[in-house]
C-alpha cells in the first residue's frame, strides 16, 4: 500500500509517498512560492539514501492545484516516476493543525470533518484555512482516494480539565474556547508510541516526559501513555523559548509593549510569534549558528542559550513533579533534541539526585534510529528517538482506510 502525505501551507505544500510495507520513503519534496510570480518545486527520489536524486523545477504556481498536478506529473513520470500511476495511491494523509475539542480522533475526510477544520479558522487562522485548501485539491485531483486528516491537537485531548483550563473567566472557555491545546501531538504521539516500544512495555503502562525541541519546540507530560500535560498552549505561542517565539512570558508585558511601542494586535502578534525568542535574544535562530557565536565570546548568544535551557529545565521539573518522581524515561527529540549534543547534555546536567545521569560518550555519537544516552546506573532512562510525523500520519490513514 502507498500512501501520500501532504502538508499544506498558505504558500507551500510538503508532501511524501511511502510505501508501507517496508515503511520507504518513495519520494518527498516541496512546492514553494505558490500565489507568487514564480514558484520553485525541489522533489527528492529515495530521500535520505544512497541512490537519492534530486528534481528543482520553477514555474508559476497560481494555486495549490497547480503545484500538485506538478506533483503528480514528477511522481508518474516515464522515467523518473516512482508509480505508473496515482491509482497506486490507496490513501492521502493530511496533517491539519487544529480540531478544536470537538476532534479527539484522526478522521476520513467528509463534509463533517471539513465543517470541524473550518469552525476552528479562528483558533488557526494561518494553518487551517491552508490545510483545508490542500484537501480539496486533492479530493479533485484524486477522485475516488480517501482523505485522511490527523490534527495536530488530538493528542492534547486526553489532558484533564485542571491541565488545559486557564484561570480566565469561565465563560471564555465557554464562549471562545479558550483553553490548552497543545502542538506537535503527531510527534509527541508517536514519540509516546516508539518510547515504550523501545523499553519493552506496554504503551498504557508509560510514564515519559518528551522533549519536542526545534525551530518550534513543545514538550509533553505522559502518564500511563496518556498526555497529561503540554507546554503549548492556545497555539504553539506558549512555552519554551524558541527559535523565533517568545514563549511563556508575564502576560502584562503585552499591552505594556503595545501601549509604549504603539503597536496594532497583529503587529504585536508577529514581534512574539517571529522576532522574539533566540533571534530577538542575540540575532540568530538557528543552534549552528548560536554555538558558533558563543564559541567566539558573543554575550547574548551565551544568554539565549542559557535561557533555552533554563526554560527546558523548568518545564521538566514541573513534569517530574506531575508524574510523582515516577518517571520511565525522558526522550530527546525534533532537529535540536536529535542532533544537538550540547543542548541534550547542559539539560540533564547535575540531575543524579533525581536519577538522571548521562553517558557523555554515548551523547556524544552521532547514530541513526532509537538510542540510549544514559549511563547504566542512571534510574531514569535519557533516550533520542528520531520523529517521524509523516509516518505516523501514513499509519494512521492506513489503519483508518483498512477499516472502511
Not at 348 to 372: F, I, M, P, Q, Y
Amino acid at each position: 500500500m502507498k500512501i501520500l502525505i501532504v502538508n499544506s501551507g498558505s504558500s507551500s505544500c510538503k508532501y511524501q509517498l511511502i510505501e508501507m510495507e517496508t515503511e520507504a520513503v518513495l519520494c518527498s519534496g516541496i512546492a514553494e512560492r505558490i500565489g507568487l510570480e514564480m514558484g520553485r518545486l525541489a522533489h527528492k527520489i529515495a530521500p535520505d539514501t544512497d541512490k537519492e536524486e534530486k528534481i528543482i523545477r520553477e514555474q508559476p504556481f497560481p494555486t495549490h492545484k497547480e503545484a500538485m498536478e506538478l506533483v503528480i506529473e514528477l511522481l508518474t513520470d516515464k522515467d523518473k516516476g516512482v508509480i505508473k500511476d496515482q491509482s497506486e495511491i490507496a490513501a492521502i494523509g493530511h496533517r491539519v493543525l487544529h480540531g478544536g475539542e470537538e476532534v479527539t480522533q484522526p478522521m476520513i475526510v467528509d463534509e463533517k470533518c471539513k465543517q470541524a477544520i473550518r469552525d476552528c479558522f479562528p483558533l488557526g487562522p494561518l494553518h487551517n484555512p491552508a490545510n483545508l485548501m490542500g484537501i480539496e485539491v486533492c479530493e479533485k485531483l484524486f477522485p475516488g482516494v480517501p482523505n485522511v486528516a490527523v490534527f495536530d491537537t488530538e493528542f492534547g485531548m486526553d489532558m484533564p480539565d485542571e491541565s488545559y483550563m486557564y484561570a480566565l473567566p469561565y465563560e471564555y472557555y465557554e464562549t471562545m474556547r479558550i483553553r490548552r491545546y497543545g502542538f506537535h501531538g503527531t510527534s509527541h504521539k508517536y514519540i509516546a508510541k516508539k518510547t515504550a516500544e523501545y523499553l519493552g512495555k506496554p504503551l498504557n503502562e508509560l510514564n515519559s516526559i518528551t522533549m519536542h525541541l526545534g525551530n518550534g519546540s513543545s514538550m509533553s507530560c505522559v502518564k500511563n501513555g496518556r498526555c497529561l500535560d503540554t507546554s503549548m498552549g492556545l497555539t504553539p505561542l506558549e512555552g519554551l523559548v524558541m527559535g523565533t517565539r517568545c514563549g511563556t512570558i508575564d502576560p502584562a508585558i503585552v499591552p505594556f509593549i503595545m501601549k509604549n511601542k504603539n503597536l496594532t494586535p497583529e503587529e504585536m502578534d508577529t514581534l512574539m510569534n517571529k522576532k522574539s525568542g533566540l533571534l530577538g535574544l542575540c540575532g540568530l535562530s538557528d543552534m549552528r549558528d548560536l554555538h558558533a557565536a558563543r564559541d567566539k565570546g558573543d554575550k547574548k548568544a551565551d544568554l539565549a542559550f542559557r535561557m533555552l535551557i533554563h526554560s527546558i529545565r523548568k518545564t521538566l521539573g514541573a513534569y517530574f513533579f506531575l508524574l510523582d518522581g515516577k518517571v520511565d524515561a525522558v526522550t530527546f527529540t525534533a532537529g535540536i533534541g536529535e542532533h544537538d549534543e550540547l543542548v541534550r547534555e547542559d539539560v540533564v546536567k547535575n540531575l543524579e539526585s533525581v536519577g538522571l545521569v548521562l553517558d557523555k560518550e554515548a551523547n556524544l555519537k552521532r547514530a541513526s534510529g532509537a538510542r540510549t544516552i544514559s549511563a547504566p546506573e542512571s534510574k531514569v532512562k535519557i533516550l533520542v528517538i528520531p520523529t517521524n510525523e509523516e509516518l505516523q500520519i501514513a499509519q494512521v490513514a492506513q489503519e483508518l482506510v483498512s477499516k472502511k
